[in-house]
């Protein structure tokens, strides 16, 4: 589904990322960690060719990035959701609308989705918060749109950059709960997370495996974790 072959990033001084490899096969569920700053982020982004390399290769499908052009990356984006850590709404439009954007940019029908729809949001808790704009919501409540957001168009391969991170407990077990069952379903899952009690707690349900980005190098993180 995709693919890095001894990638490097660099965002123009020295290396970010160095040499790293991973095969995403199709139904697997990742998590990956590492400090702050580590590049996490970037190494989403070069998973869903938002950055291309700067060496090695990254194939999105069986595409190598570097000869993907805009519209190759714009149609592979719509099996790939993505939770940004930011969230990026627009804010003058409703938090409904905004989830259901991927559907309107897919040239989906919205109206006949209207119960898809209604469901996601009920199942991440937003229902009653439907017609707020982004910048009315709470941290929380925006990372949870951000989730359902991604999943609209039920992608093959979700990448959730820190979905959690502003969410209580029993909201987070929800959150993952919800990307769990996707992944049930076949999709593929890549959680980047700080979270070490939730990485633990999931992987009593899903066979998971941890990776973790450290001194520029893509590790697969211990048995222990
Ligand atoms: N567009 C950019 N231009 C230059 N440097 C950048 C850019 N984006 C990120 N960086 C730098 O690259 C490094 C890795 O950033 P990245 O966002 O990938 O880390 P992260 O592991 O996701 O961190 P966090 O856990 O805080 O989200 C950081 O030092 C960051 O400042
Ligand atoms: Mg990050």
Redesign the pocket.
């Known amino acids: 589904m995709i693919e890095l072959d001894n990638v490097a990033y660099s965002?123009?001084?020295a290396e970010?990322l160095s040499d790293v490899s991973l095969k995403l096969a199709p139904g697997s569920f990742h998590f990956l960690t590492?400090?702050?700053?580590?590049?996490?982020?970037?190494?989403?982004?070069l998973c869903y060719g938002a950055l291309v390399p700067t060496a090695g290769q990254a194939r999105i499908f069986d595409q190598d990035v570097r000869e993907m052009t805009r519209d190759d990356i714009a149609i592979s984006r719509r099996r790939i959701g993505v939770v940004h850590?930011d969230c990026q709404f627009l804010d003058h439009v409703s938090m409904a609308e905004n989830v259901a954007m991927p559907l309107k940019v897919a040239g989906r029908d919205v109206a006949a989705e209207q119960q898809n729809l209604d469901d996601l949001l009920s199942w991440c808790g937003l229902s009653s918060r439907a017609n707020a704009l982004p910048p009315q919501l709470s941290g929380g409540e925006r990372q949870r749109a951000a989730l359902a957001r991604a999943v609209i168009l039920s992608p093959d391969v979700i990448l959730a950059?820190?979905p959690t991170g502003n969410v209580d407990w029993e909201m987070s077990q929800r959150l993952i709960q919800l990307l769990v069952e996707l992944n049930r379903m076949g999709k593929t899952v890549m959680i980047?997370s700080?979270d070490l009690g939730l990485i633990r707690a999931t992987k009593q349900h899903v066979q998971a495996r941890v990776l973790r980005?450290s001194n520029r190098r893509l590790q697969l993180a211990g048995a222990d974790l």
């Open positions: 965002y123009g001084g970010l590492g400090p702050s700053g580590a590049g996490k982020t970037t190494f989403l982004k850590q950059d820190e980047a700080h980005i």
